[in-house]
């Protein structure tokens, strides 16, 4: 079973920090993505990366960044948190035209 | 750009029912269709995926379906139980991208 990983179920932080969200699969696919998920506005994507240290933005990139150093691992920042970053955050992985696989998801909340 | 709607927004029904949830999409040009189950708070879990060559695939109680042609896929279940009470989503690779567009949902609700 494909197993995509990660790093906190529930993040608690402060406006004006820098926050990492890393995720983590086991199935050496290509593609890696992350996306937002809010009431009201559906899963909007942030970025993806679709081979090592290459990226591309999405849909909602403002107040982001991403990085992949290694293929299975790829990492969200934010990199001065606000409070509308509050949300759900979701990583996925693929190969190119198959299925994508979730993590569980990341609750953050910025006060 | 791809849009894609879900047909309800939620839906409420007894035990033992066989219930159909819709999914439209406006760019046929698609090379496969995914349906999802989300539950309160967690993350995405793929149920089906369907290539633009298929017309139909089954996992279980599960049934999808793609008419491309026309921009629409149906998720029928069939014997509806209450552990089946989630959000149901569909999803569509974006045109020209990689990454997914997503419906906005089905909330189903399983009466026992």
């Known amino acids: 079973d494909v197993k995509v990983t990660q790093s906190s179920r529930y993040l608690v932080k402060r406006t004006g920090e820098k926050v990492f969200l890393e995720c983590v699969q086991d199935?050496?696919?290509?593609?890696m993505f992350w996306y937002r998920q809010d009431p009201g506005l559906g899963l909007r994507l942030i970025y993806f990366s679709y081979d090592v240290k290459m990226k591309e933005k999405g849909d909602i990139p403002e107040g982001y960044s991403v990085s992949r150093e290694k293929k299975e691992r790829f990492s969200l920042i934010l990199e001065s948190a606000s409070t509308n970053q509050t949300s759900m955050y979701l990583c996925?992985?693929?190969?190119?035209?198959?299925?994508?696989?979730f993590g569980p998801g990341t609750r953050l909340t910025v006060t | 750009k791809q849009e894609v709607t879900q047909i309800p927004a939620a839906l409420s029904v007894p035990e033992g029912e066989n219930l159909v949830l819709n999914c439209s999409f406006t760019?046929?040009?698609?090379?496969?269709l995914q349906w999802f189950r989300q539950d309160p708070g967690k993350g995405l879990t793929s149920l089906l995926l369907?290539?633009?060559?298929?017309r139909e695939q089954t996992s279980g109680r599960l049934n999808a379906s793609l008419d491309k042609s026309s921009g629409r896929s149906t998720l029928y279940i069939a014997a509806s139980q209450p552990g089946d009470s989630a959000t149901y989503l569909c999803?569509?690779?974006?045109?020209?991208?990689?990454?997914?567009?997503f419906g906005s949902g089905t909330r189903l609700q399983v009466q026992p």
């Open positions: 996925a992985s693929s190969i190119v035209s198959y299925e994508q696989y």
């Open positions: 760019d046929s040009a698609i090379y496969n």
């Open positions: 199935m050496d696919h290509e593609n």
């Open positions: 999803a569509v690779p974006d045109t020209g991208r990689r990454a997914l567009t």
């Open positions: 369907i290539q633009s060559s298929q």
